[in-house]
């Protein structure tokens, strides 16, 4: 998680996103950008009675993008967001932990102890709400016994009091892009400035056929669906828009069974779009689909997953993965050996402790090489679905484009993925 922040800025203004998500609200205050859930807040009422000038006060954690999350605002003159963290009721949250333990216990053990099929059945799906319990009563302990939630509450009652010293201030304020979407000669130009940055030995190159549109959101819509069905169903949200006349949509993939948790632990946040906001887009010619997405008003910038394209995050992903295979089988391995060592029933030697010894060396030795192997044949596979398929290409130059527009405006060149 990255650093919980402070500020007392000046409020700039206070955006909702797309109607029938506008639970979701983004504040720009200062130099800084700050997304949250009103759903987190007893009352959300005082965003409304904000107006741009007011001095507040803020409590956030920092996202991976450079911007926050926020977690509390005051304002000395039109009131608070006071924070649900203060409701939480630790042994509630512990009692239902030990209630979904409980639970999988019972299930499992019923499950095969009964040989009935039809009560099998019914208690497979015990065990899975037990799982869902149990992670569920285990987030919201995390949450209520975390010391950043205690730094959090601190800092808003500290400031409550009238003892500002904990916030930082800051003098610069977020520019404004008054209808200041990139006009149609600066998408040509990044355009022009992709072309030069293509490598040559790219062989569809030539067939990505990708293009950029400038200028601001209007008639900004949002639907919930799904695709599949079972385990192969993918919920989204789709964003419909319209941006230089063009009509465009964008899909934004969700986890439903997320989106209850608690944000103190967000690294990103979800995409957002709100009428009137100066978007640069890349877009695809042949079908019109939005690959790439540039919000001017924050900073923000999503890349669209999708095809057998392999982003750079889905490669860390499998890395921290395979790291975590390793880990676990080491783990394993020293449980094995401090059991036999217990079933001997005496103190390990000095030729116990080399055979251990020898034992993790094979064992750390053999994994390097795995992974090695591994990393190996994912790069190399990479490599080549990016050299030969086109929707890899397109992913590419998408992530490329995305990037030279942010950096052309001085944002931090971090790209957030949408599945």
């Not at 006009?183 to 293009?211: C, F, I, R």
């Not at 200028?215 to 819509?221: L, P, T, W």
């Not at 999503?302 to 860390?316: D, E, T």
């Amino acid at each position: 998680m990255k650093k919980i922040c402070f500020y007392e800025l000046s409020f700039i203004r206070h955006n909702l996103n797309a109607p029938s998500e506008s639970k979701l609200r983004r504040i720009l205050a200062g130099d800084k950008v700050f997304y949250t859930y009103s759903k987190q807040f007893v009352d959300a009422k005082v965003l409304y009675r904000l107006v741009s000038g007011d001095r507040v006060y803020i409590g956030a954690h920092q996202l991976a993008d450079g911007s926050y999350w926020l977690h509390w605002l005051v304002s000395p003159e039109k009131g608070e967001l006071q924070p649900k963290l203060a409701d939480l009721s630790k042994p509630a949250a512990l009692m239902k932990l030990v209630g979904a333990i409980i639970v999988m216990t019972l299930s499992a053990v019923g499950y095969f102890q009964l040989l009935n099929i039809w009560v099998m059945v019914l208690l497979l799906f015990v065990f899975i709400f037990g799982c869902w319990w149990f992670v569920a009563s285990f987030h919201t302990l995390m949450v209520g016994t975390s010391r950043h939630t205690r730094r959090l509450l601190k800092g808003l009652e500290s400031v409550k009091q009238g003892d500002t010293s904990l916030c930082i201030t800051t003098t610069e304020s977020l520019t404004e892009p008054g209808g200041g979407a990139p006009s149609l000669q600066a998408s040509k130009e990044l355009a022009n400035d992709l072309d030069a940055l293509l490598p040559n030995d790219l062989l569809l190159a030539d067939k990505v056929t990708l293009t950029s549109v400038s200028g601001e959101a209007a008639d900004v819509s949002a639907r919930r669906d799904f695709t599949g069905g079972g385990k192969s169903r993918r919920d989204f949200i789709e964003y419909q828009f319209s941006c230089n006349g063009e009509r465009f949509s964008f899909r934004s993939g969700i986890n439903s069974l997320m989106e209850d948790l608690n944000p103190l632990f967000y690294r990103q946040h979800p995409f957002f779009l709100a009428a009137e906001d100066p978007l640069m887009l890349v877009v695809n010619q042949q079908d019109n689909a939005v690959l790439g997405l540039c919000n001017e008003r924050d900073g923000s910038a999503y890349l669209k997953l999708g095809g057998i394209a392999v982003s750079f995050h889905q490669l860390k992903l499998m890395y921290k993965v395979m790291f975590g295979c390793c880990s676990f089988l080491l783990v394993l391995l020293v449980f094995f050996t401090l059991h036999d060592w217990w079933e001997q029933g005496s103190v390990p030697d000095k030729w116990d402790w080399l055979d251990a010894a020898v034992m993790f060396y094979d064992f750390a030795l053999m994994s390097i090489m795995i992974f090695c192997v591994f990393m190996l044949l994912v790069e190399v596979c990479t490599w080549i679905t990016r050299r030969n398929s086109l929707s890899a290409a397109r992913f590419v130059f998408a992530r490329q484009l995305l990037v030279l527009f942010k950096k052309r405006n001085g944002g931090k060149a971090y790209i957030q993925e949408v599945p």
